[in-house]
Structure formats: structure tokens, C-alpha cells
């Protein structure tokens, strides 16, 4: 018997943090963000880093639950374009990941049961290479990138989007996410099941909840 009940149809995954866990990427990734705020007010690296922690921090709810990057560059007052730019031009997913077979054979059977989704605050384009990477683009029906609806996780109007987008109702989806105050938690306002990840070894556990282990 399914934890999360009988009318799920849609799972929900974040990318990065739940699928995989890279931290020279992720620090390659900050790096990005770095570089567009330094170049976009004239500053140095060095400036820039200390701009972007300052925003960070000053942003988050608490300390442990730092805004995502897209976000605080958006209060800084960047185009997200160009924050996508930044990243498509400044990081190189291609020299961390490699495919992971585990990961691809849960997923491929998640899929032959549910229809699944990426949400995340990614670009299209690095979204898609790093899935690519992982060997596992092929199990996903849709990727709702930062180029979606341009408002970053969290959004309770992008999120309504996207769900009126693959329809259905709050208990036909499952989101499954590393970082409750970006990734769950305004589903969860709405209703919907949540599924948290503290590692991607978690994810192994989605079988049995679901009540398919076989």
C-alpha cells in the first residue's frame, strides 16, 4: 500500500542536491553568480563573493536556509537571463558526472508507473546536460527550468503555473526535494504529498513507499 495514496500520478524532483550531490559543482555554480555580480557592478571577485554572501544572508528566513542563488541575484536587481548565461557560459558539469546506474534504474521504474517531472532553478540547457551526464534525460516528461516562468523557487504563483500546466489535483503529485523551504515547502501548503531528501540514497526508499517494490 502506497503511503501517499492511490490517485498519485506525477512526481515532482528537483535537480540539484536531490538527484545527485556534487559540492565542486555546486561551488562552480556559486562561482557563476559571483562572476555575474562582480561584472554587473564593477567590482572585483572578491567584492562580488562578499555582495552575493551579505544578499544571501540577509535574505534567508534563518541560517540554515540560505535563498537560492537565482533568487538572490533577482533581488540584487540581475536578468535572470543573464544569470543563466553565466552559468551556461562558467560551469562544466561534463568534468564532475558521470551516469549512475542506480539512479536510472529507479527512475526507469518510477516511470513506467508515474509520469516525472524536473522542477528546478537551473537553466534549461545546464538542466539538460546535467541529466544527460547522469544518464538519466530520458526519464523525464518535461523540465520546468528557470525559463518557465522566470520567478525562482520558492513561488507560489510559478508553482500554480506549473501545476495547472500538468494538471491534476494536489494529491495526484509527489514532490521530492533536498531543501524543504525551496522545494516543498509551498506544495505542501497546498496539500500536496512531500517527499524530503537528506541524501540521494533516500531516493531508494520512493519504491516501498509508493508500494511498488515489485
Known amino acids: 500500500m502506497s503511503a501517499y495514496g492511490n490517485a498519485l500520478r506525477s512526481l515532482v524532483f528537483d535537480l540539484d542536491g536531490t538527484l545527485y550531490t556534487c559540492k565542486k559543482l555546486g561551488e562552480q555554480i556559486e562561482e557563476a553568480a559571483v562572476y555575474l555580480v562582480a561584472t554587473s557592478r564593477g567590482l572585483s571577485m ?3 563573493r562578499r555582495v552575493l554572501h551579505d544578499a544571501r544572508t540577509l535574505l534567508a528566513d534563518t541560517p540554515d536556509d540560505l535563498p537560492p542563488l537565482s ?3 533577482q533581488e540584487l536587481g540581475l536578468d535572470l537571463r543573464d ?3 553565466a552559468l551556461e557560459e562558467k560551469v562544466y558539469p561534463e568534468r ?10 529507479l527512475l526507469r521504474f518510477l516511470q513506467e508507473r508515474y509520469d516525472l517531472y524536473i522542477y528546478t ?3 534549461f540547457f545546464l538542466a539538460g546536460r546535467i541529466l544527460a551526464l ?8 518535461q523540465i520546468y527550468s528557470l525559463e518557465f516562468a522566470w520567478r525562482p523557487k520558492p513561488d507560489a504563483e510559478a508553482l500554480q503555473l506549473l501545476l495547472a500546466d500538468i494538471g491534476g489535483l494536489p494529491e495526484s503529485f509527489l514532490f521530492v526535494g533536498d531543501r524543504y523551504h ?19 540514497d533516500d531516493l531508494l526508499r520512493l519504491p516501498s513507499l509508493l508500494g511498488i517494490t515489485s
Not at 558526472?97 to 534504474?105: F, Q, S, T, V, Y
Not at 525551496?182 to 540521494?200: S, W, Y
Open 46 to 48: 572578491e567584492q562580488g
Open 96 to 105: 564532475f558526472l558521470k551516469p549512475d546506474p542506480n539512479l536510472g534504474a
Open 71 to 73: 533568487r538572490t541575484c
Open 121 to 123: 532553478n537551473n537553466g
Open 83 to 85: 544569470f543563466i548565461r
Open 134 to 141: 547522469l544518464g538519466v534525460d530520458d526519464c523525464f516528461r
Open 182 to 200: 525551496v522545494d516543498l515547502r509551498e506544495p505542501e501548503k497546498l496539500g500536496i504529498p512531500v517527499f524530503p531528501v537528506h541524501a540521494v
